[in-house]
């Protein structure tokens, strides 16, 4: 059984990824960044989800010589030709401060008519073997802005991203439902055929 590692500590990815994985067919053990502490934490400098993840991909594939996951995500809305995007976690300067992040967007689109708030969630996930072999997909999840958050489940932006052809937000939806739609999800999926093909 081929060991794979995913680039993240966030047990939920790690979850979701393994599910996918073995809904598959795929015999692959997914391990979290955790079960090497000593690797250290990769500085996200590209100018794109996918760069991004390919850094990551390729330091952990380097660091633990087994083949490497990376994901990199965000929020691209239309009106501000596909911001905050890869600075999503970082919008309003401090990582990670979902309701700054928040609050700040929704003022910068305060007098933006409702039928021009089109975003969409985009994810990355990559692939690196530590032969230096690299693949990449994406995925991605459209919806309209809502002008006040709604909804306690998920994280980040999703208390006011509706997706396409529903009434609710994402942080409405059930973890099923929104993982069956989500950017990552839909990237994840993707991957499959590709762990398929380069690790058998």
């Known amino acids: 059984m081929t060991r794979l590692i995913l680039a993240t500590r966030n047990a939920g990815k790690i979850t979701e990824l393994r599910a996918i994985l073995a809904d598959a067919g795929l015999p692959h053990e997914l391990v979290g960044a955790d079960a090497y502490p000593d690797v250290p934490d990769v500085k996200e400098t590209g100018t794109t989800f996918a760069e991004n993840a390919l850094l990551k991909a390729h330091a952990l594939a380097r660091a633990t010589g087994l083949p490497a996951v990376a ?82 489940n998920g994280f980040g932006y999703d208390p006011i991203l509706q997706p396409e052809n529903d009434t609710r937000t994402c942080a409405e939806l059930t973890p099923a439902e929104k993982n069956a739609i989500s950017h990552r999800g839909k990237a994840f999926r993707a991957l499959v055929p590709v762990v398929r093909e380069l690790l058998g």
Not at 87 to 110: E, M, P, T, V
């Open 71 to 152: 994901d990199d995500s965000g929020l691209c809305v239309d009106v501000l030709n596909g911001a905050p995007g890869i600075f999503s976690a970082r919008w309003a300067g401090r990582h990670g401060d979902d309701k700054a992040n928040l609050d700040l967007l929704l003022a910068q689109l305060s007098d933006i008519a409702d039928e021009h708030r089109g975003a969409h969630f985009a994810c990355a996930a990559a692939l690196a073997l530590p032969d230096g072999t690299e693949r990449v997909v994406e995925g991605q999840l459209r919806g309209v802005l809502r002008r006040e958050p709604s909804g306690t």
